[in-house]
């Protein structure tokens, strides 16, 4: 029975149901009642696996199928009526076109299923930030997820009356098939469809598709942001809390920092870092002039490989219930679960991500095909579990933002840290961002790629537009956040990375909060300020002085082979660059000499 009466969604939903012919619908009111009856139901048909639950309470598995593990950006596009709109970076379709072939995707897709429908908030319900959806889905995998992730239940149905305000999400699992896998938006009618794919960011419509592509697009009419960033506190001996927001691409460390569990010399003193989001910020101005920041989103879907009780202890902790784990190992001598970077103790009896028998024996570390885990393998995990999380975490107005950070994978060229020399030239350096990529999408991984601010798969619009959007905003804020870039990721000779990164990049933090508050010089170079090497604490760290000097050295070289690229990028992007970032680019071409 429906949950309401408001005609926009009735009226939607009877017209989804019509196309996909699901055999019954089955609406989402957020109970837990509800919630177990479904893990069961899943449980049953193999859909999830239950773990061990005296070791692992609440907490299931899930494999996707092998060939659906990651976001697959080749195959999700941006439907404006307009294909100036959605610019050069993004895939395009005409909407018309696409609403037509998906429709031949969708039509009696569900027959033989259940359709789900689930209301969902993205940030506190009822709070000035939030913004509400409905998901349409034929997969129990999505609702449990979706119910860790966002805000689900009828509260939300309450909060939307009688308006036809929400963003409307349809997905469909159809056969799975690869070649029919589409992810597309259609911004200028507030919906997103997705079929033929069972894989977090594919699936979960409120995360990136909505989260960041929609909500990025209703930014830049609204005036106000989002970003792929995530947001932590840092408090002082004092008590007093200072927020940072950072945009790393995916799979470059933003769990990890939001998490962090500060080194001996700051703990001691009584220095402490909050967790407030993972992924996503959504940034508006206040009244006080400042940009205020909150986390959309209500649990974590992290990368699991590489998490370990030294690297994210806090992470770990907020694994160990009521957590969704997907395309890991499964331990199947304790019912449990592992995946590579855990610990040293691989699971002699095993199945891997392929739900194939796996014998760790065999696991070459240089041949990702060797792994037990796949690469992409994630947790979903409820932010109320996290020993870390943010009093402020579900504060309706957010938190006052000081430092806004940008950094990626670079071996080389980017040095540890920088700061920009105001925020025009700190929404260039965020628009040259390039980082390795990753296996949280499909194709080639550690290939360099311009990705502008973390958002290349994620802006909704043309980019261009969004670098201007950037530059406005700046206009808009009397008092702006300063602009920094890191990289925990240079690498030696040998290809090992010289930073020990995860809980010692606190002592970059408070070197940025430093300048934040005028306590601290810098040494000007070509590309923005870099610290004192003596200004960054190495206490208790085996790196030399040397080591971190040569971690903060701007290679001229290096950036004068960078500026063709950007200008190659820019151009790529296409004629609504902004000047201002042409005069940047100048700017930094004159400096390198
Ligand atoms: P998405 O969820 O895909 O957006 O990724 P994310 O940015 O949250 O990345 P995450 O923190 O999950 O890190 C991804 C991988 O990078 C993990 O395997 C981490 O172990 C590794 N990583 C994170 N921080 C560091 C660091 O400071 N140094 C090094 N060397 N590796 C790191
Ligand atoms: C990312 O790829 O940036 C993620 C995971 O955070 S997904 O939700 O799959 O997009
Ligand atoms: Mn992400």
Same mark, same amino acid.
């Given at each position: 029975m429906a949950l309401t009466n408001n005609k926009f969604v009735t009226t939607w939903v009877d017209e989804m149901a019509a196309m996909t012919k699901p055999d019954k619908i089955v609406w989402i009111d957020g109970s837990e009642e509800q919630l177990a009856a479904l893990r069961d139901e899943a449980c049953s048909t193999g859909e999830i696996i &239950? $773990?061990?639950? +005296?070791? $692992?309470?609440?907490?299931? $598995?899930? %494999?996707?199928?092998?060939?659906?593990?990651? %976001?697959? +950006? *080749? %195959?999700?596009f941006i439907c404006t009526s307009k294909k100036e709109d959605a610019?050069?970076?993004n895939n395009w379709m005409?909407? &018309?076109?696409?609403? !037509?072939?998906l429709t031949k995707l969708f039509t009696g897709s569900m027959t033989g299923r259940t359709m789900y429908v689930i209301p969902y908030s993205m940030s506190v319900v009822g709070s000035p930030f939030a913004k509400y959806g409905i998901e349409l889905t034929d997969s129990i995998y999505v609702v449990l997820n979706m119910a860790i992730m966002t805000r689900v239940g009828t509260d939300v149905l309450e909060a939307l009356g009688e308006g036809g305000d929400f963003i409307k999400g349809l997905h469909s699992k159809a056969q799975l098939d690869e070649e029919n896998r589409y992810i597309v938006h259609f911004p200028e009618d507030n919906t997103i469809w997705s079929v033929n794919s069972g894989y977090g960011g594919n699936v979960l419509l409120g995360k990136k598709c909505f989260a960041l592509r929609i909500a990025s697009y209703l930014g830049k009419k609204e005036g106000w942001m989002a970003e792929h960033m995530l947001i932590l506190g840092l408090e002082n001996p004092e008590g007093e809390i200072k927020y940072i927001t950072a945009a790393f691409p995916s799979?470059?460390? &933003?769990?990890?920092? !939001?998490m962090l569990i500060p080194p001996t010399v700051y703990k001691e003193k009584g220095y402490k870092v909050w967790c407030v989001g993972d992924d996503i910020a959504w940034l %508006?101005?206040?009244?006080? *002039?400042?940009?205020? !920041? #909150?986390?959309? +989103?209500?649990?974590?879907?992290?990368v699991a490989p590489g998490t370990n009780d030294k690297s994210n202890p806090n992470a770990l902790a907020t694994t160990k219930r009521d957590t969704i784990f997907t395309n890991v190992v499964h331990n199947l001598d304790n019912n449990t679960v592992w995946w590579e970077g855990l610990d040293n103790d691989p699971p002699a009896?095993?199945?891997d991500w392929k739900g194939n028998p796996w014998d760790y024996k065999k696991y070459d570390k240089k041949d990702k095909s060797t792994c037990g885990a796949h690469p992409n393998s994630r947790f979903t995990a409820s932010a109320k579990n996290c020993p870390c999380v943010s009093s402020e975490f579900n504060n309706p107005n957010g938190v006052p933002v000081t430092a806004i950070v940008f950094g990626g994978r670079r071996a080389k060229t980017a040095p540890l840290v920088y700061q920009s020399r105001s925020w025009q030239h700190g929404v260039f350096v965020g628009s040259i961002m390039a980082s390795e990529t990753t296996a949280a999408a499909t194709g080639a991984v550690g290939v360099v790629r311009r990705d502008p601010m973390a958002m290349r798969p994620f802006a909704g619009y043309d980019m261009g537009d969004y670098f201007a959007h950037w530059l406005e905003m700046g206009k808009k804020i009397p008092n702006k956040p300063l602009i920094f870039n890191v990289n925990w990721f240079r690498t030696d000779d040998e290809g090992h990375f010289i930073w020990p990164g995860f809980g010692d990049n606190m002592r970059v933090l408070m070197w940025i909060l430093a300048r934040c508050d005028g306590k601290v010089d810098a040494v000007e170079t070509p590309i923005g300020?870099?610290?004192?090497?003596e200004d960054i604490d190495l206490t208790g760290l085996d790196l030399s002085i040397d080591t971190? &000097?040569?971690?903060?050295? #701007?290679?001229?070289?290096l950036w004068k082979d960078e500026l063709a690229g950007i200008e190659e990028f820019y151009k790529q992007v296409g004629d609504r660059v902004p000047q201002e970032l042409y005069d940047e680019l100048a700017e930094l071409k004159a400096r390198l000499g």
């Open positions: &239950k $773990l061990n639950q +005296e070791l $692992l309470p609440n907490c299931y $598995l899930h %494999r996707t199928a092998v060939n659906d593990v990651a %976001r697959v +950006e *080749g %195959r999700t610019g050069n970076i005409d909407p &018309k076109e696409c609403y !037509a072939k799979a470059c460390g &933003k769990t990890n920092l !939001a %508006r101005v206040g009244d006080d *002039g400042r940009l205020w !920041a #909150v986390n959309p +989103e209500n649990g974590f879907f992290g009896n095993a199945i300020f870099v610290p004192k090497a971190l &000097k040569g971690l903060l050295d #701007v290679d001229k070289d």
